[in-house]
């Protein structure tokens, strides 16, 4: 029989170390929010492969919709000879996005090419050369996505130069002190000292920080962003690749707050698993490139089209908007009851729809990260059947991203295995 320490030893010797992973198990095959390794060990999945599987895996529309397209034909390049599913899936997105305003879509593979293409737009319709990006934030490990990302290990360690007239700013965490005034101070101190505002093509934030700990924006805030960036003439851009497609009990996290951003990145569950990433804009700026300038080989497959359709499907049938709210407030209840038990050790409890994370620290200190308290749960969670993802600033934050779809007993099933866990290492 395979054995996951065979693979693993394979893996070490054929791909770089640099593509790491998170624990030497390999996936056999997976249904919904479950997945079972080659050794035939059961795991609940609580990450969704980062965000990804929003609608579960395996889903037998998804699966249906690509056997479909499969049968008719796989690649004949979306730039060359264009194919209705890529235009159908165009209008629906801008249909779905938030704002009223006319938009244009364009379709690449990954969300980094999604972000590299939003400032390729933004310097084309302004003119412009700087972009300002946030402490904390991550948007990808190309040149200037790591250039836009806020934090330096593990994903700009080691790759630099990067590119230049980016700049960042604080993002607010109150949790940690950073107040919404301290950061749009930063934000006028570096129209006064780095870069006019008149010569920034466009302020990128994410709405809910991924990587960086799943800290939320405030409407307050973002409606500050849209106001200064109306003020100086910058773009918007909204990146939304981990908080959309009804992760945070919206289909985009902006439809929160009402704000309307000019440019949407959309990756992840945009397409149950398939390769697949868009920008979404107001119409005047989406077409400011000119034609050719932007695109890609693989860019809007067929067979990720269609996949990406039934999604949009499956989020509208099954109620997954819904969904995602109650999936939030049965972890804050569970998460909230842990917390009692183990104060000293969670500091912070962040919900927002089915974007979920608890912050762990050493003796309830906000800026004590208990870094090895959490690798020892996300490593002795694995071992007993529930995959968790770290994240955060330091490295101190586990985030939840159950596949929208799942039931409450398996949620209930691995908060009892979390809650096992916590017991056998604080205890």
């Known amino acids: 029989m395979r054995s996951n320490s065979q693979i693993q030893n394979r893996k070490d010797k054929s791909i770089a170390r640099g593509q790491g992973n998170l624990a030497a198990v390999y996936v056999e095959k997976a249904c919904n929010a479950e997945v079972w390794d080659v050794e035939g060990k059961r795991y609940i999945d609580f990450g969704s492969?980062?965000?990804?599987s929003n609608t579960g895996h395996s889903h037998p529309k998804i699966v249906a919709a690509v056997a479909k397209q499969l049968d008719k034909f796989s690649h004949t390049c979306v730039m060359v000879t264009p194919y209705e599913c890529a235009v159908e899936l165009a209008?629906?997105?801008?249909?779905?996005?938030?704002?009223?305003?006319?938009?244009?879509?364009?379709?690449?593979?990954?969300?980094?090419?999604?972000?590299?293409?939003?400032?390729k737009i933004a310097?084309?319709?302004?003119g412009r050369r700087g972009v300002i990006a946030f402490n904390g934030?991550?948007?990808?490990?190309?040149?200037?996505?790591?250039?836009?990302?806020?934090?330096?290990?593990?994903?700009?360690?080691?790759?630099?130069?990067?590119p230049g007239e980016i700049y960042h700013v604080p993002f607010p965490v109150?949790?940690?002190?950073?107040?919404?005034?301290?950061?749009?101070?930063?934000l006028e101190n570096l129209f006064?000292?780095?870069?006019?505002?008149?010569?920034?093509?466009?302020?990128?934030?994410?709405?809910?920080?991924?990587?960086g700990g799943f800290y939320p924006a405030s409407t307050a805030f973002l409606k500050r962003l849209r106001q200064l960036c109306d003020q100086y003439g910058i773009l918007l851009i909204a990146d939304e690749i981990q908080t959309g497609f009804a992760r945070t009990g919206q289909m985009f996290c902006m439809q929160h707050h009402n704000v309307e951003p000019d440019l949407i990145t959309m990756a992840k569950g945009i397409?149950?698993?398939?390769?697949?990433?868009?920008?979404?804009?107001?119409?005047?700026?989406?077409?400011?490139?000119?034609?050719?300038?932007?695109?890609?080989?693989?860019?809007?497959?067929?067979?990720?089209?269609?996949?990406?359709?039934a999604v949009l499907d499956i989020i509208k049938d099954e109620n997954l908007i819904e969904r995602a709210n109650e999936i939030g407030d049965r972890f804050q209840q569970r998460l909230v009851d842990l917390k009692s038990d183990f104060s000293n050790e969670i500091g912070d409890i962040r919900v927002t729809g089915a974007m979920i994370a608890i912050e762990l620290v050493c003796d309830a200190t906000a800026d004590k990260p208990n870094v090895e308290l959490t690798r020892a749960l996300v490593e002795k969670a694995c071992h007993k059947g529930l995959i968790?993802?770290?994240?955060?600033?330091?490295?101190?934050?586990?985030?939840?991203?159950p596949p929208l779809t799942i039931s409450d007993e398996i949620i209930d099933e691995g908060l009892d295995i979390l809650t096992e866990c916590f017991r056998a290492i604080v205890s």
């Open 192 to 211: 006064k000292v780095d870069i006019s505002p008149q010569d920034v093509a466009a302020i990128i934030i994410e709405p809910v920080q991924g990587e």
């Open 91 to 119: 209008e629906k997105l801008n249909a779905v996005a938030p704002g009223d305003s006319e938009k244009k879509c364009i379709f690449v593979t990954t969300g980094a090419e999604a972000v590299e293409n939003c400032i």
């Open 174 to 186: 109150n949790y940690h002190g950073v107040s919404e005034e301290a950061s749009l101070k930063a």
């Open 49 to 52: 492969g980062i965000a990804v």
């Open 137 to 162: 934030g991550f948007h990808g490990r190309t040149n200037l996505t790591m250039g836009l990302t806020g934090k330096i290990t593990p994903y700009k360690n080691l790759f630099g130069p990067f």
């Open 388 to 401: 968790l993802l770290s994240c955060g600033f330091y490295s101190n934050v586990i985030r939840f991203l």
């Open 123 to 126: 310097r084309a319709h302004t």
């Open 271 to 309: 397409a149950g698993g398939y390769p697949l990433a868009a920008v979404v804009g107001k119409s005047e700026i989406m077409d400011a490139p000119l034609p050719g300038g932007l695109g890609g080989t693989y860019a809007g497959s067929p067979i990720a089209c269609s996949a990406a359709l």
